[in-house]
């Protein structure tokens, strides 16, 4: 797979996007094309040892700033990185983009650059969410706050794709977010919705509440407005944040205290007289190692299942292309996920399904952008 990187998006570009491209391509043994300034590209390039690694780089000497216009940046940098990466892949010479520069920059590029995908009115971001057993699917997180009914039909079809596709789930549960479980609740816009998708030929389970995301396993994919979506987000990523905090601040207060009075019986054992005395305290010494270590490691395993970095990023579904949005604090291990997930997204050929799924109620499409050239 050939998966171009946006190298000029991002807090820390282009060093994090540098060292996560090398490590993704020793990693996954796949193509990243650099796209961004080429001088300034090699010479970072140059610190890392990139033998048998297939990185090359793609001149691109401008860029989108996060203050910009995204629309009217994108059609008026057409040497950006942002608009020279979406154009390697609208012309086949790469597979997916990823980026963590400006969003609506990414947004706005892949709409005029690749198009939307037929019966497609709305773009979504598609991310996960971490459950008690597999991650949810929930979409959209922010790219179309505002809805009509008909977009969330939309997003629930392309994201039962996705689900089915790159998360190997089997005819996917589609749920619709809502204050109730019950169909009368919700507003017009969510009533609306609740009847199309009851309608459709989908696996359509109902409402879900907030509270399912991360406790119920009511559903493989949620759907919902960007603008609900993205407040999702937000909060969600605020609440793990907290939670982590906690848990560790609990875990270090008065560790010591807490090891020594465990083990106790143990040491006490170390001052009986007899023969074999030093066992109590080696004894001790390794069971005090062994009641740490049992304790961190499920800490560290919750952690890395609900580290968002560990994800990449989220995809934006209903373009004609993989495109990855990963956050704009990405360090290069998210940049080493983000490609890792366009890779597999691209490889399980989730476009071509998504426009299969769509095709038989598909309609003559006049509204797609045309491309730039």
Known sequence: MRIVLDTMGGDQAPQAQIKGAV????????????????????????????????????????????????????????????????????DGQADAFV??????????????????????????????????????LVLDMGATTDCKPEYLLQFAQIGSVYAERAMGVRNPRIALLSNGEEANKGNKLVQEAHALLRESTLNFVGNAEPKDLLINKTCDVLVTDGFSGNLILKMGEAVVSFGARKIRNEFRRRLVLRVLLCLSPTLALAFLPGR??????????????????????????????????????????????????????????????????????????????????????????????????
């Open 99 to 136: 980026s963590a520069g400006h969003s609506g920059a990414t947004m706005a590029g892949a709409l005029f650059v690749l198009g939307r995908l037929s019966n497609i009115d709305r773009p979504a971001l598609a991310g996960f969410f971490p459950t008690l057993d597999k991650p949810v």
């Open 23 to 90: 490590q993704a391509a020793r990693a996954y043994g796949c193509t990243v094309i650099l796209v961004g300034p080429q001088d300034r590209i090699a010479a970072e390039l140059a610190r890392y040892d990139t033998t048998g690694l297939d990185l090359p780089i793609v001149d691109a000497p401008d860029s989108i700033g996060m203050e910009e216009h995204p629309a009217q940046a994108v059609r008026r940098k057409l040497a950006s990185s942002h608009v020279v990466g979406l154009r390697l892949v609208r």
């Open 276 to 373: 074999g005395r030093w066992r109590g305290p080696v004894g001790a010494l390794f069971g005090g190692l062994g009641l740490v270590a049992a304790t961190l490691v499920p800490l560290l395993r919750v952690q890395h299942e609900i580290d968002y970095r560990a994800y990449g990023g989220v995809p934006l579904l209903g373009v004609k292309g993989v495109t990855i949005i990963t956050h704009g604090k990405a360090d290069a291990y998210t940049i080493q996920n983000a490609i890792r997930q366009a890779d597999e997204v691209a490889r399980a050929g989730i476009i071509a399904g998504m426009a299969a799924a769509l095709e038989p109620a598909s309609v003559n499409d006049t509204t797609n952008h045309r491309g730039l050239a």
